[in-house]
């Protein structure tokens, strides 16, 4: 079972470019989330999607963009990176309202020049 | 405000020496306390689940209990494979984290 799955592992970007980051999940799971951890500050959600069709914003939605595709896959993207949207991203997903703990893939390293 | 807050920020303890971390939340209409653990360069995973106040869970060497207003996860007789970083999670209608507590276990 490969569980969730993100790529690239590691991605570096110069200021102004873009890229989207892929999260995959085969757990059937309806919820997906995207986060971001950076030093003492804690994983913050940047983006979830409740359900297949849905998105809604987290506590830092501010220069991104998501897009659940399917039931299995949910993007995030960056449509002109900052440096300050250097971050590790995990992406994350849920079997919904009752089941409650969230299974994390193995992270983004991205970097911002 | 919803807040989760761990301490210690970083805990060092010898092999077999058995200690507690701690964590605060302030939320209502709580529905779940998480706790997870996080290995350097992985992603988090899931340790335990709390739903309700007086409720324990156990694993190996692990014991995670719950009151009104915090969380405490025992260590008890911890090897090193037990170092890293232990995250705690509370549930509303979102997660919100803590920052966690890097624990260090020296053989």
């Known amino acids: 079972n490969a569980g969730v799955t993100q790529t690239p592992k590691f991605q570096v970007l110069k200021t102004g470019q873009s890229m989207t980051l892929q999260c995959a999940q085969d757990?059937?799971?309806?919820?997906m989330y995207w986060y971001r951890q950076d030093p003492g500050m804690g994983l913050r959600l940047i983006y979830y999607?409740?359900?297949?069709?849905?998105?809604d914003k987290g506590e830092v939605p501010n220069g991104y963009n998501v897009s659940r595709l399917n039931k299995r896959e949910f993007s995030l993207r960056l449509e002109s990176a900052a440096p300050s949207q250097t971050s590790v991203y995990f992406c994350?997903?849920?079997?919904?309202?009752?089941?409650?703990?969230?299974?994390f893939g193995e992270g983004s390293r991205l970097t911002v020049l | 405000e919803d807040q989760v807050t761990q301490s210690p920020e970083a805990l060092r303890l010898q092999e077999g020496e058995s200690s507690s971390l701690n964590c605060s939340y302030t939320?209502?209409?709580?529905?779940?306390l998480f706790w997870y653990r996080q290995d350097p360069g992985k992603g988090p995973e899931f340790l335990f689940t709390?739903?309700?106040a007086g409720e324990e869970k156990e694993k190996e060497r692990l014991k995670a209990t719950l009151t009104k207003k915090e969380s405490f996860l025992h260590i008890t007789a911890p090897k090193p494979e037990d170092s890293a970083t232990y995250l705690c999670?509370?549930?509303?209608?979102?997660?919100?984290f803590g920052t966690g507590t890097r624990l260090k276990v020296l053989a």
């Open positions: 994350a997903s849920s079997g919904g309202r009752e089941t409650g703990e969230l299974f």
């Open positions: 757990m059937n799971h309806n919820s």
């Open positions: 999607s409740a359900s297949e069709g849905t998105t």
């Open positions: 939320v209502s209409g709580l529905r779940g």
């Open positions: 709390l739903y309700s």
């Open positions: 999670a509370v549930r509303r209608l979102k997660y919100i």
